[in-house]
């Protein structure tokens, strides 16, 4: 750990939130002289203060050790770069417009990267309704099923949550152009333009 980069990172996030060094001391439970010596970069926090600093400036434990913000270039909203992150743990979903720092259930995440589908996972798309109804081709048990189905189209993102033991199928808005995302659990996430 650097403690001249952390002293900076820890300076600049104590400015951003309009904070004095004797606020953040009592927050923390140290001295206002035990901040400014972290800042100035003449020594670094105790490991045990870790997680209380990191919950207190909103940002990862692994941030404030490499005393760098990994800021993502500002994103003109572009559903071509949309990522999506499943927790191998809890199964949690996440999607970023472009890449970003996520982590779940103490892991960092990698987003996915999608594939075409095999015929196993091969989705039937119908229209009923002015609406997209997509169904596949798999088992839905316990084990190996599809989890969620999302539709992207230019400016939008709809997220369907599927289930073990229902219908592996879901009615999705039609919107012209979108990409079809899906995601098994076995074999991963896979796309197919409509």
């Known amino acids: ?108 995440l990698s987003p996915l990267e999608a594939s075409a589908p095999d015929e196993g996972h091969a989705p039937k798309t119908e229209i009923i309704d002015d609406e997209f109804y997509v169904t596949f081709p798999h088992e839905m048990s316990k084990s190996h099923y599809i989890t969620f189905t999302a539709l992207a189209g230019c400016d939008r993102l709809y997220l369907h949550r599927l289930y073990p033991e229902q219908d592996a199928a879901a009615r999705l808005p039609r919107l012209s152009g979108a990409e079809l995302y899906f995601f098994c659990s076995e074999h991963g996430l896979m796309k197919v333009k409509l």
């Open 1 to 108: 750990m650097d403690c001249k980069k952390v002293g900076a990172l820890l300076r600049q996030l104590r400015t951003e939130r309009g904070m004095t060094q004797r606020e953040i001391a009592e927050r923390l439970f140290v001295s206002d002289k035990a901040v400014s010596k972290w800042e100035r970069g003449l020594g670094c926090p105790d490991i045990s203060a870790l997680d209380s600093i990191a919950d207190l400036f909103g940002v990862p434990v692994e941030t404030l050790l490499s005393g760098e913000l990994n800021q993502c270039g500002q994103n003109g909203g572009n559903m071509k770069r949309l990522k999506f992150y499943v927790c191998p743990n809890c199964g949690n979903i996440f999607t970023a417009a472009s890449a970003g720092e996520i982590s779940c259930c103490g892991r960092k």
